[in-house]
């Protein structure tokens, strides 16, 4: 049935007598989305309740757009991406907690850590793709939008279903067909046509920022372009069209922290998104950004929280490292925990280009300071120190995830050194 450049269609799937459940052996008929085109603006089907919606986010929107252009944090920002990298792998159910993915970064630059504790990392390697997606999106979709631009950021999600184009095959989201699927995507040979049209709204259409970012969010996934990684895919491009729009272009807000607490309800928004008549456009447009206004509300006070978490630490560190020399290793370390915040002497040696006892008297100088500190569980033994407190930071914003204990002091209540504890000594 088409209905006004929206459509749903009803076609016949045959049965396969080799499936594993009768519906799928019996076949059936299946309902196939075919998504209205976005052309030049949204604004006729925005209600005044939307627009106040928008209108409310964009001060608080604004509002960190503009605390993170003025005092710019290495550890903030790191934090930042990291964990929207994670919570969106999180949403589609790719789950590890954020000191097993630093650890899987860290062996990309010390590939001296082997053995059977970094023998189970496979979906933490995953995630750092998202991670590496997000970094490359926010900056490469500052420009015109191409589909090579969005290639580039799928290919570091999904390397395993990108072949260098949109998808040529069939998708669906969920069932083990399309008869029991709950939602059939667009056929592949409509996709570069809705894709060339969502990519001339992101760069032509003069609609408010925050309506395009969550128009363009609802029509990518409801395209589905590719066979996998549409999800986080489409969460990149959110952060990449805000930083192009230039409302945060010095970090990203903590989207999927908050789209994960409830999984279920941003389905259905999408869900609604996608409507059948005409005349029931303007609900479902205007339902998707007044809830997506919402959902940015709520990153907005997320980002806020890790932004007070990030100053404590910056100020803690600062403390903890000023009877240094301004020209010690130890400052040079410490600006390098932001981005690798588990580490070893051997990454420190080569990032800071010494010799390993000097690498060797960094890592004691951090632990005795209280910054880092031996990482437990599986990786006990293997000589890996970690930022315990970035860690926390980002445990709280990733569920499920037991705490990393707070740093110690640098002198705890019995008097013992934290590196003499370390070490067994007394001091």
Not at 252 to 262: A, M
Request: hydrophobic share 40%.
């Amino acid at each position: 049935m088409t209905v006004d450049g929206a459509l749903w269609q009803r076609e016949h799937q045959p049965g396969d007598l080799s499936a594993m459940r009768s519906a799928d052996r019996r076949g059936g008929t299946y309902l196939r989305y075919f998504p209205a085109r976005l052309g030049a603006t949204m604004a006729p089907y925005l209600t005044a309740d939307a627009l106040s919606a928008v209108s409310d986010v964009a001060i608080a929107v604004a509002r960190i757009g503009q605390r993170l252009r003025e005092r710019p944090m290495p550890i903030l920002y790191a934090t930042l991406v990291r964990s929207e990298s994670i919570s969106s792998s999180w949403v589609e159910g790719l789950r590890e907690t954020p000191r097993n993915v630093m650890v899987a970064q860290l062996r990309e630059h010390d590939p001296g850590l082997d053995g059977y504790q970094f023998a189970r990392l496979g979906t933490a390697r995953a995630i750092l793709g998202n991670l590496d997606s997000v970094r490359r999106g926010v900056d490469s979709l500052r420009e015109p939008w191409t589909d090579d631009a969005v290639h580039a950021i799928h290919r570091s999600i999904a390397p395993h279903a990108h072949d260098g184009a949109y998808r040529s095959v069939d998708v669906q989201i969920g069932g083990t067909s399309k008869v029991t699927a709950a939602y059939v995507a667009p056929p592949a040979q409509n996709v570069p046509g809705l894709m060339a049209d969502l990519l001339d709204h992101a760069n032509r259409s003069g609609d408010n920022p925050l309506v395009k970012a969550a128009v363009l969010h609802a029509q990518f996934e409801t395209i589905h372009p590719y066979e996998d990684g549409n999800g986080r895919t489409g969460r990149v491009l959110v952060h990449g069209y805000l930083a192009r729009a230039g409302l945060l272009d010095h970090g990203v807000l903590p989207l999927s922290v908050v789209l994960r607490k409830d999984t279920d309800e941003y389905v259905r928004q999408l869900t609604a998104y996608r409507h059948g008549a005409a005349e029931d456009r303007q609900a479902a447009v205007s339902g998707f950004v007044t809830w997506f206004a919402e959902v940015l509300g709520r990153s907005c006070e997320e980002a806020e929280s890790v932004m007070t978490a990030a100053g404590q630490v910056e100020a803690d560190w600062a403390e903890r490292t000023a009877r240094f020399r301004s020209d010690s290793r130890v400052h040079a370390a410490v600006r390098l925990l932001a981005e690798q915040p588990v580490v070893t002497a051997r990454y420190l040696q080569a990032a800071l280009d010494v010799s390993r006892p000097t690498a060797r008297t960094v890592v004691d100088n951090l632990l005795e300071a209280g910054i880092l500190e031996p990482s437990g569980g599986r990786f006990r033994r293997a000589e890996v120190y970690q930022a315990s407190a970035l860690l926390r930071m980002m445990d709280r914003l990733v569920p499920g995830v037991q705490p990393t204990a707070l740093p110690r002091p640098v002198v705890d209540r019995l008097g013992l050194h934290p590196l003499a504890a370390h070490r067994g000594e007394t001091s």
